[in-house]
């Protein structure tokens, strides 16, 4: 069977500079559409160290193909999946569905509506299958949140979060010392 959505290319490893290692963080999209959203989440986990992948895995388009995937994540060497998609957003729930490792939801703003529909379809999960919900089109919050659940088991993760709260503090402070001068 090919699982793959002949109208809506995957996001390829060009576009979305697949990291080389094993990949231990799994970005999954609706829609290559929703990949500029995802960008700054994958500058995080680039930041972090953090390898991971980055597949087009829509629960509408190509179901069967986004239950093989989630089904294998963990077996494959996956610890964290972050799940994006916009409007009838049901990817991260179904994803959550088809694995026990922490699905963390990106809300993606669709062409029509503010995202709220997006919203509330990632974080209106039934009792018994959770899954993390983030803010709409926070992609960075996402990455920071997968860094957070691998660095409870990653020293190094660990080690350059505290550093990126140090940083984060540090420009904050100047930014008000610059409007107190
Ligand atoms: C969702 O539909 C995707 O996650 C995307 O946010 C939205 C629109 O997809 P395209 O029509 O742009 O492919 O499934």
Redesign the pocket.
């Known amino acids: 069977i090919d699982y793959v959505d002949k109208d809506?290319p995957r996001a390829t490893n060009s576009m979305a500079s697949k990291s080389q290692e094993q990949p231990l963080v799994a970005v999954v999209?609706?829609?290559?559409?929703?990949l500029p959203?995802m960008q700054p989440g994958i500058a995080i986990l680039k930041k972090f160290e953090i390898p991971y992948t980055v597949r087009v895995t829509?629960?509408?388009?190509t179901p069967a193909w986004m239950a093989e995937y989630a089904s294998a994540a963990h077996s494959n060497g996956i610890k964290c999946i972050i799940a994006?998609?916009?409007?009838?957003?049901?990817?991260p729930g179904m994803a959550a569905a088809y694995t026990h490792l922490p699905v963390i939801g990106v809300p993606?703003k669709?062409?029509i509506g503010d995202g709220m529909d997006?919203l509330l379809s990632i974080v209106n999960m039934p009792k018994g299958v959770p899954v993390g919900a983030m803010s709409v089109n926070n992609s960075t919050n996402a990455a920071l949140y997968a860094a957070r659940i691998l660095g409870v088991g990653d020293a190094g993760i660990a080690k350059r979060y505290q550093q990126y709260i140090q940083d984060c503090r540090e420009e904050v402070r100047e930014k008000d010392r610059r409007l107190a001068e």
Do not use: E
């Open positions: 809506k999209m609706g829609s290559d559409s929703d959203v829509s629960a509408h388009r994006a998609a916009g409007g009838a957003a049901h990817l993606v669709p062409t997006s």
